[in-house]
C-alpha cells in the first residue's frame, strides 16, 4: 500500500492545530483568572475542524468561514513556549486572542498542551525528554487552566508523542507521567475540566501500554488520528473503519477503564490539489462525508478534520477545506450541506443495505430523518424507494426520485430525505445487528483472499491492489509485486491485507498466516517475510521464506502469538520482498485461527 503517511508526514509531525505556533511575544502578563464570564455549555455538536500551526494565526478569517459551515469546535492553540517564554514569564497575547475569537465565532477551542518549553526540555528545544522538572509542566498546566476555565473545558495532552513529536528513550513512561501530572494539575484547579489521552494514527497498543504505565483512571476522553484508515475507506475498506470504536472499548476493558469514556477523532483529513481540480476536489469532499458519518455511527462523539486552510504538505496538494487564496473547495460546500441537513447534535438511527452492497446510514436531523447512501467503488448498487425521495447532493443541489425509480449509487455520497416509514423502521431494527457488507466473521476458523485479475476475498482483503499486477495464464490469473514500477519504488515490493474485524476483534493474539506463491521464473531466486501488527506496532516476522527451486506452487505458514490486527495504519499484515533479489506470483493467501485448546 501507497502510505497514507507518507503524504501527511509533516500534517503528523511538524505541530498541528496551532502546536509549533511561533508567533514571537508582544507583552507580559502576570498570571491571572480571566475575567469573569459565564461558563460556557458542553456543545454536543459533533463537527470540528483542526488548524496546522502553519496557518493558524489565520484563525480570525477562517474562524466566521467555519461557523457558517456549521462548525462548532476548533483544535487550537499555542504551544508552551509562545505562553511562557521563561520560567518566570506569561504571555498570554496570542491565546487569549484565539479565546475570544473563538468565542465570538460561537465555536468552542480544544486546547492541545504541548510541546516542552525551551528553558524547560533535555536540550534547549522543544521535543526532547527527559524534561528538567516535571513540576514545570505541572505549574504551566495550573497557569493555562486558570485562565481559561470558563471557556475550555477539554485539554488534550500533547500532540502524538507517540511520532516524531516525543522524542524520549521511554515514550510510554514519560507520557504517562505528562498525563498524569497534567491530570492531577487541571483538576486541581477545575474538577470540570477534561483531559485527553492522545495519540498518532490508531495506535491501540500505545494506548494499552500508557494506561498500564500509570495513566489508567488520568483521562476523561481518548483521542485518536486514523488517516490511515481513511485512506483504506478510498479503496472499499468501510467495513474496517467501522470497527475502529470496537476496538478501543475493548481495550479499555481490558484495563478495567469506563465503559463510558467519550471517543474523539481529533485528526483526520485527505488531500485535494492545491489549485482546482474537478476530481481531486471532489474525492476529498467524498471522503470528509464518510469520515464524520462512519465516525458518527459507531460512537465516536467528535470529528475534527485536520485541517481548515492549507498547508502544502504533500507536493501540490493540502488537506484544508478552505483553498490559499481563500475559495472554499467542494468540501467545505459538502461540509455546510451535511451539518445543515443533519443539525447540530444529529442522532444515528441504523443502518440499510441499499440495493446489492450499498451503503445506508441514517440519522434523526433537526427537522427529518436523513438517509446518507453511497457505494464502494467495486459496486454497482442501485436502490429504489416505494415512495417519493428528496436527494441532496454535496452541493446542496436537490432533485426528485418518484417511487419505483432507480438510482445508481456511486461512491459520493448523498442525502436522502422523506425516507418512507417501512425504511426507517427497517433501519433501526438493523442497528445492533452485525453490518452485511463484510459477512459473519465472528465464528469462522479461516478466512481466504484468492489473488488475480479480480480478487476473490472471503473475510480477507488485499488493500491497494495497485502494489502488485496482474499475470495472467491460460485458465488463470495471479498476482505478483510490481519490482519494476518507479512510480511505486519500494511500495512495488510490499503486498497488504486486512482482515475482516469480526475474525479478529481486539485481544485476538494467536493466528496462523499461510501463502501460496511460486517463483516467476524457476531458476531465479525469490522469497518474502512477514510483517504483521502487535501490541507493540509493525513488526517483522522472524523467518524468511525462501520460495523453493521448481515451477511448482508451494504454501508457507507464519504462526503468529502476539497480534494485535486493530488497523494501525490501516492494514493488518503485509508480505515484504524488500531483499527478494526476483519477483513471484501470489495465489492465495489464507489466516486461520488455532484450534480452541482444551479444557
Known amino acids: 500500500m501507497v502510505n497514507p503517511r507518507k503524504l501527511i508526514v509533516l500534517a503528523m509531525t511538524v505541530g498541528l492545530c496551532g502546536v509549533g505556533l511561533t508567533v514571537a511575544p508582544r507583552a507580559e502578563n502576570p498570571v491571572k483568572p480571566a475575567p469573569p464570564a459565564e461558563t460556557r455549555k458542553d456543545n454536543a455538536s459533533p463537527w470540528g475542524?483542526?488548524?496546522?500551526?502553519?496557518?493558524?494565526?489565520?484563525?480570525?478569517?477562517?474562524?466566521?468561514?467555519?461557523?457558517?459551515?456549521?462548525?462548532?469546535?476548533?483544535?487550537?492553540?499555542?504551544?508552551?513556549?509562545?505562553?511562557?517564554?521563561?520560567?518566570?514569564?506569561?504571555?498570554?497575547?496570542?491565546?487569549?486572542?484565539?479565546?475570544?475569537?473563538?468565542?465570538?465565532?460561537?465555536?468552542?477551542?480544544?486546547?492541545?498542551?504541548?510541546?516542552?518549553?525551551?528553558?524547560a526540555s533535555a536540550d534547549g528545544?522543544?521535543?526532547?525528554?527527559?524534561?528538567?522538572?516535571?513540576?514545570?509542566?505541572?505549574?504551566?498546566?495550573?497557569?493555562?487552566?486558570?485562565?481559561?476555565?470558563?471557556?475550555?473545558?477539554?485539554?488534550?495532552?500533547?500532540?502524538?508523542?507517540?511520532?516524531?513529536?516525543?522524542?524520549?528513550?521511554?515514550?510510554?513512561?514519560?507520557?504517562?507521567?505528562?498525563?498524569?501530572?497534567?491530570?492531577?494539575?487541571?483538576?486541581?484547579?477545575?474538577?470540570?475540566?477534561?483531559?485527553?489521552?492522545?495519540?498518532?494514527?490508531?495506535?491501540?497498543?500505545?494506548?494499552?501500554?500508557?494506561?498500564?504505565?500509570?495513566?489508567?483512571?488520568?483521562?476523561d476522553f481518548i483521542c485518536v488520528h486514523p488517516y490511515e484508515n481513511l485512506g483504506a475507506v478510498a479503496e472499499g475498506g468501510e467495513v474496517g473503519y467501522l470497527s475502529l470504536a470496537g476496538n478501543l472499548r475493548k481495550m479499555l476493558a481490558a484495563n478495567k477503564q469506563r465503559a463510558d469514556i467519550p471517543l474523539w477523532i481529533t485528526e483526520i483529513g485527505f488531500q485535494a490539489p492545491i489549485k482546482p481540480d474537478a476530481k481531486g476536489d471532489a474525492e476529498q469532499a467524498e471522503m470528509l462525508i464518510k469520515a464524520y458519518l462512519l465516525s458518527i455511527v459507531q460512537g465516536f462523539d467528535k470529528i475534527f478534520w485536520f485541517e481548515a486552510r492549507g498547508p502544502a504538505y504533500g507536493k501540490g496538494t493540502d488537506h484544508g477545506i478552505i483553498r490559499p487564496d481563500w475559495t472554499p473547495r467542494p468540501a467545505y460546500v459538502g461540509l455546510k450541506t451535511m451539518t445543515t441537513l443533519l443539525g447540530q447534535e444529529p442522532r444515528y438511527l441504523g443502518w440499510l443495505e441499499l440495493g446489492k452492497g450499498g451503503y445506508g446510514f441514517l440519522f434523526k436531523g433537526d427537522q427529518e430523518n436523513v438517509l446518507v447512501a453511497w457505494s464502494s467503488p467495486s459496486q454497482q448498487a442501485k436502490a429504489t424507494f416505494d415512495g417519493a425521495v428528496v436527494v441532496t447532493d454535496l452541493a446542496g443541489m436537490t432533485s426528485r426520485l418518484t417511487a419505483g425509480e432507480e438510482r445508481l449509487l456511486t461512491p459520493r455520497p448523498m442525502f436522502l430525505t422523506g425516507v418512507p416509514t417501512d425504511l426507517v423502521k427497517q433501519a433501526q431494527d438493523n442497528i445492533r445487528k452485525p453490518y452485511p457488507w463484510g459477512g459473519d466473521y465472528a465464528n469462522a476458523r479461516v478466512v481466504t483472499c484468492r489473488l488475480g485479475a479480480s480478487n476473490?476475498?472471503?473475510?480477507?482483503?488485499?488493500?491497494?491492489?495497485?502494489?502488485?499486477?496482474?499475470?495472467?495464464?491460460?485458465?488463470e490469473s495471479y498476482r505478483r509485486p510490481d519490482f519494476a514500477n518507479p512510480a511505486l519504488k519500494n511500495e512495488g515490493r510490499y503486498i497488504y491485507f486486512r482482515i475482516d474485524p469480526q475474525f479478529v476483534p481486539f485481544g485476538t493474539t494467536e493466528l496462523e498466516i499461510s501463502i501460496i506463491a511460486r517463483r516467476l521464473v524457476p531458476d531465479k531466486e525469490a522469497g518474502m517475510n512477514l510483517t504483521y501488527e502487535s501490541m507493540k506496532g509493525y513488526t517483522g516476522a522472524k523467518s524468511w521464506w525462501t520460495i523453493p527451486k521448481d515451477d511448482n506452487w508451494h504454501e508457507h505458514t507464519w504462526k503468529v502469538r502476539d497480534a494485535n490486527f486493530v488497523g494501525q495504519w490501516g492494514w493488518n499484515f503485509r508480505f515484504d520482498a524488500i531483499g527478494s533479489p526476483n519477483e513471484f506470483l501470489i495465489k492465495e493467501v489464507r489466516v486461520r485461527k488455532p484450534e480452541p485448546k482444551k479444557p
Open 456 to 475: 476473490t476475498e472471503d473475510g480477507l482483503k488485499q488493500i491497494n491492489p495497485k502494489t502488485t499486477v496482474v499475470v495472467n495464464e491460460l485458465t
Open 125 to 219: 528545544g522543544t521535543r526532547k525528554f527527559p524534561i528538567k522538572s516535571i513540576q514545570y509542566w505541572s505549574d504551566y498546566i495550573s497557569g493555562t487552566v486558570v485562565r481559561y476555565k470558563n471557556d475550555i473545558k477539554y485539554w488534550e495532552v500533547w500532540n502524538e508523542f507517540n511520532g516524531s513529536f516525543g522524542d524520549s528513550k521511554n515514550k510510554v513512561k514519560d507520557y504517562a507521567e505528562l498525563v498524569v501530572t497534567a491530570y492531577d494539575a487541571a483538576k486541581k484547579v477545575d474538577p470540570d475540566a477534561r483531559i485527553g489521552l492522545s495519540v498518532a494514527n490508531f495506535d491501540v497498543g500505545f494506548l494499552d501500554a500508557v494506561i498500564k504505565a500509570g495513566a489508567a483512571d488520568h483521562f
Open 49 to 119: 475542524i483542526a488548524s496546522g500551526a502553519e496557518w493558524s494565526s489565520d484563525f480570525p478569517r477562517f474562524n466566521p468561514m467555519l461557523q457558517r459551515a456549521g462548525v462548532r469546535w476548533l483544535r487550537l492553540f499555542p504551544e508552551w513556549q509562545v505562553i511562557q517564554p521563561k520560567k518566570d514569564q506569561w504571555n498570554w497575547t496570542v491565546s487569549d486572542a484565539m479565546v475570544a475569537n473563538a468565542r465570538a465565532n460561537n465555536i468552542q477551542l480544544v486546547a492541545i498542551w504541548a510541546y516542552l518549553a525551551p528553558w
